[in-house]
């Protein structure tokens, strides 16, 4: 158990300080879980962990929610949830970790496309349906859907405090929602929570790091890093499988 203690203390660590710096970094969190936990079974231990922080967050912002922002967004984000349980009952573990490894560096492309591209169609109903629904699949499939969810609420031109609190509040209502359906898949058991717990140390040192260093960190450099190293573990995931 002294590896897994190692791998998942370093999750937590990760989980934490992304959550409460500059983020970005859940498309490494899934690849670190699976060292221990291959396959899907890696999804549940890792969602207490964002439950944990999501409720810290939205203890920290409670105010000024854009709730019709959130109302356009959330709809096609649980039917996104919904097919993708679906999908996750039905593929074996080296079928998920090809798409796993697909969907990370579509999102770094994404990323990548966003850094030269202007985005204004993201204020149109479409987009905010289609990020939506294409996060509730991401997001139940990797739990790595901040880019999409970070991306629609940017362009919707909120004020500081209520992009952060909203973004708070999506992240723990999606997160809130995803326990029933990992719960019926039979990934979310006693002994994953169990595993979670292991973590907890390691995410309250990230959020206390995160929250402190965040003003010096080099976001662009930062971005990269984030994004060289989801690289190698999407590569990873494709030799594996």
């Known amino acids: 158990m002294d590896s897994a203690w190692v791998v998942l203390s370093l999750a ?3 989980t934490g300080f992304s959550k409460f710096s500059v983020g970005g970094m859940g498309l490494l969190i899934l690849p670190i879980v699976m060292v221990v936990f291959p396959g899907p079974a890696a999804l549940a231990v890792i969602l207490p962990l964002y439950i944990v922080t999501d409720i810290m967050a939205v203890f920290s912002y409670k105010a000024k929610i854009a709730w019709s ?4 967004f959330l709809p096609l984000a649980f039917l996104g949830m919904y097919l993708a349980s679906h999908f996750l009952a039905n593929i074996d573990q080296d079928q998920f970790v090809r798409f796993l490894g697909v969907m990370i560096i ?8 966003l850094d030269y591209r202007p985005t204004p169609f993201m204020r149109k109903p479409l987009a905010a349906y289609s990020m939506g629904f294409l996060g509730g699949i991401v997001t139940m499939m990797a ?3 901040g880019p999409l969810f970070s991306l ?3 362009e919707q031109k909120l004020k500081k405090e209520t992009y952060v609190s909203t973004r708070a509040w999506g992240f723990f209502i999606i997160n809130m929602i995803k326990l029933p359906f ?3 898949l039979g990934l979310l058991t006693v002994e994953s929570t169990k595993a979670s717990l292991y973590a ?3 995410l309250f040192i990230g959020a206390f790091v995160g929250y402190h260093f965040l003003k010096k960190i080099n976001p662009v450099q930062f971005k990269w890093f984030v994004r060289i190293m989801s690289a190698i573990a999407a590569l990873k995931l494709f030799w594996e499988a």
Do not use: T
């Open 182 to 184: 990992y719960l019926s």
């Open 143 to 145: 739990n790595a859907a």
């Open 106 to 113: 579509a999102m770094i492309l994404l990323g990548l496309y």
């Open 152 to 154: 629609f609420l940017l």
């Open 200 to 202: 907890l140390p390691g």
């Open 69 to 72: 922002v959130l109302a356009r």
């Open 12 to 14: 937590g660590l990760i």
